[in-house]
């Protein structure tokens, strides 16, 4: 139901009853009858109130008498749906069968929170209501004119709204772009809002051409309708959306240009009294971590990783350096106490001129945090998108069990140290947030990220521990395709697998769900590495270092595989220097000093790497590595050799 070939009755557009040739003919009044009841409360109206509508008899006996008339006909015209209306002594109201009603199905669609179903009742939306409507009575006709602003208002309320939930993830389908626009102009073709909610629409799913397009037939239209350029406000949408790829109005070619979208950069909460509980602090910090990574899945600001940004020092919330991190707002804020609970002190400011955008205080009780996370990434999304993008994404399918994302929250912060026993608590957090809240899709990724971690940790000698990872991984995609996690979990595991076209296929899904994500972008490049394409690895990973400018150790380790595979020893080698320990570049940088020539360094560097591994030569060395190609193994390898002679 809700599908074109279900309506029997429109209403919107002009009126028409669709029955079999030679059916009795509808009666006019039974569709001024029908938009009454399906607009009124309850969809029912008492007989008065109908008869003084539709007839301006002298008598109200004589306007009843005609209810009366018009009643029978209707049922008799309807024949085979005996339940379309529902009358008694006193009042009418619509039956079961005004679910094939396109104005009752384009309500539904309108309340569903359905994006599917909402798509389908707007596209019942033909015309104005009763459109071409005579004989009316005065009475009949300004009703008939204030439900028609009420249905448009209505219409291009959902239009927005579709339109926002489609293109949210910039993953829309073209063809429903399409006909939601066709579907806009044709309802009012000189409405200039719904011109610059096509090109909002259009650019946020990354179709540039098409939102060029919209925007040239609506200086076409205002040129010819009213002599005038478009709107100041337009303008200016079409500048932010254009200028997003480098793509300016009259381009032929998109020019390179740096990305424009604000930068938010979440600075380290402080204590006005010190935690007496360590671990409150750790939680606080993780809290703030997730709020970020939940909000690098908008495609209009991007977030910088707290790694870099809680390490820089700031002054009530403006960081005293900012030619780094290059934020145009920041959050920041502090823990109170007070008396009954500790209370979370945000405010959200712009770094141009120190505004205070908006503060705001969030509960930071254990059983609170849901809440908490809820409203403090709807608040930065709402400010940073100018509520283009004011819906919350309920990534982890939330259903207000506090308790289950408090675990969450500690198996995260045991995860930013991978050696093995730590991996398993971990898990054991992620587990313990699962028998809570089974539907927790990113407790089940994270599980999946523990062992194949696990699965590295003990030299990949266990296929079992990945073919567990990667059912959990697909598990978790499953229960929530909308996270980009899961599917960076699933190309991960798939990596390792060799099944190397899957993981291709699922980080580019993960990237384009999140597309700011530094974490996403450094795993993606370094896969992309493994996949051949280095070049395109690399330009993942300075996008984000510049996301992660303070990056961890593993970001350079990434950066350094990728310069290696490029030739770039040299580049290698000033990367690996980033790092707080070589330990996990030993093989990296024995290679390169061995192509550079530097022989005592790389026998210096090979020595220490098999007292850490010990019988280990240059081919056990590159084995593990997730080549698609064996030929990248041997730049490595012939590194490594040269070392070891």
């Known amino acids: 139901m809700g599908l074109e070939s279900d309506i029997e009755i429109r209403l919107l557009g002009l009126p028409e009853f669709i029955r079999p040739a030679g059916a009795v003919i509808f009666p006019a009044k039974g569709f001024q009858l029908l938009a009454l009841l399906a607009r009124a409360p309850a969809k029912r109206l008492a007989r008065k109130e109908l008869a003084s509508l539709l007839w301006d008899n002298d008598t109200e006996a004589a306007a009843l008498g005609n209810l009366r008339q018009l009643l029978a006909r209707v049922r008799k015209a309807g024949s085979g749906q005996e339940d379309l209306l529902d009358a008694d002594t006193k009042t009418v109201a619509l039956g079961g069968g005004a679910a094939l009603i396109d104005l009752s199905l384009f309500e539904i669609g309108y309340r569903s929170g359905s994006p599917e179903q909402a798509l389908r009742g707007l596209l019942l939306f033909r015309g104005e209501l009763l459109e071409g409507i005579s004989e009316t009575t005065e009475a009949f006709s300004h009703w008939l004119m204030v439900e028609r602003a009420a249905l448009r208002e209505r219409f291009f309320s959902a239009a927005s709204s579709i339109l926002i939930e489609l293109t949210r993830f910039g993953r829309a389908s073209e063809q429903d772009l399409r006909a939601v626009a066709d579907r806009m102009l044709a309802i009012d073709p000189e409405r200039e809002a719904s011109y610059r909610s096509l090109i909002e629409a259009y650019g946020r799913n990354g179709l540039y051409e098409e939102a060029e397009r919209i925007y040239r037939q609506l200086i076409a239209m205002l040129e010819r309708e009213f002599g005038v350029p478009p709107q100041p406000e337009t303008a200016a949408v079409v500048r932010r959306v254009l200028a997003a790829r480098g793509h300016q109005v009259g381009d032929q070619q998109p020019v390179n240009k740096p990305q424009t979208q604000p930068r938010v950069a979440f600075m380290a909460p402080t204590w006005i009294v010190p935690a007496k509980d360590p671990a409150q602090s750790t939680i606080l910090n993780a809290l703030v971590e997730d709020i970020a990574n939940e909000l690098a899945r908008y495609r209009s600001f991007v977030t910088l990783a707290p790694h870099s940004s809680f390490k820089l020092a700031h002054d009530s919330g403006m960081p005293l350096d900012n030619s780094v991190l290059r934020a145009d707002y920041t959050v920041s804020g502090f823990v109170k106490p007070s008396e009954r609970e500790q209370l979370l002190v945000l405010r959200m400011a712009d770094c141009q001129n120190g505004e205070i955008l908006w503060a705001g205080e969030f509960s ?57 026993s730590r991996l398993r608590r971990a898990r054991r957090s992620f587990q313990q947030a699962l028998d809570l809240n089974n539907g927790m899709a990113l407790a089940h990724a994270r599980i999946a990220q523990t062992l194949y971690l696990e699965w590295l940790a003990l030299g990949g000698d266990d296929p079992d521990i990945l073919r567990h990872g990667r059912e959990v991984a697909e598990l978790a995609a499953k229960i929530d395709p909308g996270a980009g996690f899961t599917h960076l979990m699933c190309g991960s595991v798939a990596l390792y697998q060799r099944d190397f076209d899957y993981s291709a296929e699922k980080f580019a899904e993960a990237e384009a769900l999140s597309p700011n994500s530094a974490d996403f972008l450094v795993q993606h490049a370094d896969a992309l590495s493994c996949f051949g394409e280095a070049e395109s690895g690399w330009r993942h990973f300075q996008r984000a270092v510049d996301l992660n400018p303070f990056a961890p150790d593993h970001y350079w380790w990434a950066g350094a595989s990728i310069l290696l595979q490029m030739k770039d020893f040299t580049g290698a080698i000033d990367l690996c220097a980033k790092m707080e320990s070589e330990n996990s570049v030993l093989r990296i940088l024995t290679a390169c000093h061995a192509h550079l020539g530097n022989r005592a360094e790389a026998r210096e560097y090979w020595r220490r790497f098999q007292e850490m591994y010990p019988n280990t030569d240059p081919k056990s060395a590159v084995r593990m590595a997730p080549f698609k190609h064996e030929s990248s193994k041997q730049t490595v390898l012939d590194g490594l050799r040269m070392a070891e002679h």
């Open 364 to 420: 930071f009780r254990p059983e609170e945090l849901v809440r908490s996370f809820r409203l403090l990434s709807l608040q930065v999304a709402s400010t940073v998108a100018n509520s283009v993008e004011r819906h919350l994404l309920d990534a982890m399918r939330r259903d207000g069990n506090n308790q289950a994302y408090l675990h969450y929250l500690d198996g995260q912060e045991l995860l930013k140290n991978s050696d093995l």
